[in-house]
């Protein structure tokens, strides 16, 4: 890829950094054409800088480059840029799919008389698989060796898949499985700061920058980085040299001074901001940390900051690079002459935080004194949802006995028996206690915490309550290191939490089984039970089916939650237990001074630890050096028989050029929604039902049930992901009232039955198909199923109030038209039932955010017309969506180029 475009305003400079000269393309420079940007957002002169870098006069301009210069004038802007990222990041369960198009674009520019070998990726891709172990075995010595062993044993049809692209695909690295997150691996080891590229001889510095196929990708934000998550579709675009255009973000600027009280965690910090956030309405737009606070934040807590602004709303949380990111640079192992041209290059291009600089101008702001934030989780279903921890066990009383969580207010003492155990089981008891997720396993002071508190409560005789399942999964072996040299892992194994694998398991839903007579006994009594998990996500059925109530907290929670046992115990005031000497413990008696924390994450998190972890992180177990590899063919062999990968359809009769584009007529409804329908509840995710459509067709194909494995495991076959999606058991679809989970009303014969049911009948019958949802739809991680699925069920348009900006994009990417209630109208104040059917008419000139007449014809005979927005927001949408999709588009162009 070329790294010089036509330079028109003269910003081709050069730096030399211990004698090597580096090219780069300077913002002061071009500043001296477009106007003043110095006190641009550290984010917008990234972006800046990738015009200036691409500039063609075609699909990067000037004018792009005065439009972001312009935009410090009032702090907003409604013009749209071009934006095409260093890299790609991916973890397996969306990689897959990725992958498996990549894989299947090759055979459809093969049908179209090009060549297969164009069709690879044109940035450089890291593949993480890290979302496939699962919590299988648990609290035993065991546990790690015979998870990863299930693992291979689950997944070899998969591994073999992605073995083949790593052989087959230029500019491809796949990092094995029990390596890490790929998000805590992005920050300790993959992001450089600064990324270098070799054009015509000359090395080429700009900013690092990625787009990940996972909504956390956001976590790099801390180290500066601007990256965040995307749908698979759009990353594919992406990788395959698209440049992806964006309306010129506003950007929050959030002001942090203070420093944090004493106990007080990074967790709790971070669900602080998270509230403040959603409360000020930030989703579609960056956020960007300044202020005196940042001086002495440690690195590991701007990410857990940067890791959650899916669950605030944002775009990204970035903060920017200052003497604090070289710290950890150098911390984690990165080269010296690189963490020099770090310094260097953001030096000279004025995007260096030093104390004493002007602030930015930013769109709107709001600030956080540090020494404010109290101890807290968030629950029972959103993050934003946080709960000072003194109010923990009140307010989930109150979330019970208003029936929130599906429990009559006259039954909320309720206590059973467990059938073999001498316990019993109430609301609110914890059976799941996990240290999981990106969130918290990149940072070593909660980790170092939860270490702690499990020290002094083994010494003082405490352990878990019988009835929680507990397990750790840290972010990197890094972690497994340092806790091993502060010799902490001997007492978190004594309580249960012995490392369960790398990965990241419970937050994901890979929780794995809780004991039958548990599970029996939390369904044959409607029992809340809860999860406390140090995650990032806590849904409606996402940690557990069985698992009503989910609660966000730190790592050193998680653990006196484990001993605890119930979230309706106040552990601020109550004993969390009886010591061996048969004294009451509190928490005072167990929590880590704020001191003994930082001390000891000093001691024993060294430059070494990285620097060995990472010397050969592409090798991988002897499970997978042991996968045996088709290299020889640059098309994928299929396997028909697979129930893990098999070539889906998307490019099935495709031709040289697209048909015209044509108005939706006679569409029926096949759902009708409410609000915060999340990605979750339209992505297959989870366990497998063996009566669901998914399980069924596995048993057809002589699956045993205890090899379904999860939705996200089979995210490659598209047989079994179509057939659950809207299949989430918590989804609740209007056509049906008092029904949960994935079930509609066909029309017009009025017979109940499965949604894939009901689409494949409405196929079957020339039926197009629409979905109406109300505010916030397709909220959650980036899950490009959530419109494959959508797509393949046959849905022409997806009709609300509001979209969340990765569910919309990937809707126009699968060709499905995301359409928008003008203000004041919704599908209840136009009487929508589901029995109607739907025309959606103006197609044929579509133009970005057009309105469409939207004609409803009734049962009665009578008909509403009305107007709904098109939320094709750009050109370069509009022309994916008349070329059926966005890999349609690129891989037509591939053909013509041949």
Known sequence: MRMIGQDSLKAHQALTVDGKVYHYFSLPEAAKSIGDISRLPFSLKVLLENILRFEDGRSYTTDDARAVAEWVKEGRSDKEVPFRPARILMQDFTGVPAVVDLAAMRDGITKLGGDPRRVNPLVPVDLVIDHSVMVDVSATPTALQKNVDIEFERNGERYEFLRWGQEAFNNFRVVPPGTGICHQVNLEYLAQGVWTATDAGDTFAYPDSCYGTDSHTTMVNGLGVLGWGVGGIEAEAAMLGQPIAMLIPDVIGFKLHGKLREGVTATDLVLTVTQMLRKKGVVGKFVEFYGPGLADMALADRATIGNMAPEYGATCGIFPVDE????????????????????????????????????????????????????????????QDRVELTNAAP????????????????????????????????????????????????????????????????????????????????????????????????????????TVGYGCTTCIGNSGPLPDPIVDAIEENKLVAVSVLSGNRNFEGRVHQN??????????????????????????????????????????DIWPSTKEVNDTVAAVVTREMFQERYSDVFKGPEQWQAIRVDAGSDTYRWNSGSTYVQNPPYFEGMDAEPKPIASVHGARVLAKLGDSITTDHISPAGNIKK?????????????????????????????VMMRGTFANIRIKNEMVPGIEGGITKHQPSGEVMPIYDAAMKYKAEGTPLVIFGGKE???????????????????????TESFERIHRSNLVGMGVLPLVFKPGEN??????????????????????????????????????????QCRVDTADEVEYYKNGGILHYVLRNMAKAA
């Open 324 to 383: 604090v990111t070289l710290d950890y640079l150098r911390l984690s192992g990165r080269d010296e002459h690189r963490i020099k041209l770090v310094r260097e290059y953001y030096k000279a291009q004025g995007m260096f935080r030093e104390e004493g600089q002007p602030d930015p101008v930013f769109t709107d702001t709001l600030e956080l004194d540090m020494s404010t934030v109290v101890p807290s989780m968030a629950g029972p279903k959103r993050p």
């Open 395 to 498: 307010a989930f009383a109150k979330e019970l006995a208003s029936g929130n969580l599906g429990v009559p207010g006259d039954k909320a003492d309720l206590r059973v028996p467990v059938a073999g155990s001498n316990f019993d089981l109430g609301h609110g008891d914890v059976v799941i206690a996990a240290i999981t997720s990106c969130t918290n396993t990149s940072n070593p002071y909660v980790l170092v915490a939860a270490g702690l508190v499990a020290k002094k409560a083994n010494e003082l005789g405490l352990k878990p309550k019988p009835w929680v399942k507990t397990s750790l999964a840290p972010g990197s072996q890094v972690v497994t290191d340092y806790l091993d040299k502060a010799d902490l892992s001997k007492h978190l194994d004594a309580l249960g939490f012995q």
């Open 547 to 588: 698992v009503r109530a989910n609660y966000l907290a730190s790592p050193p929670l998680v653990v006196l939650y484990a001993l605890a046992g119930s979230i309706s115990l106040d552990v601020t005031k109550e004993p969390i237990g009886t010591g061996k000497d048969g004294q009451p413990v509190y928490l005072k």
């Open 691 to 719: 009566t669901s459509p998914a399980g069924e067709y596995l048993v057809e194909h002589q699956v045993r049930q205890a090899d379904f494995n999860s939705y996200g495991a089979r995210r490659g076959n598209h047989e």
């Open 777 to 799: 739809y397709g909220t959650g991680s980036s899950r490009d199923w959530a419109a494959k699925g959508t797509f393949l069920l046959g849905v022409k348009a997806v009709i």
């Open 827 to 868: 599908r209840e104040t136009l009487g929508l039932t589901g029995e109607e059917t739907i025309d959606i008419l103006g197609l044929e000139e579509l133009k970005p955010r057009m309105l469409l007449k939207l004609v409803i014809h009734r049962p009665d005979g009578s008909t509403t017309e009305t107007e709904v």
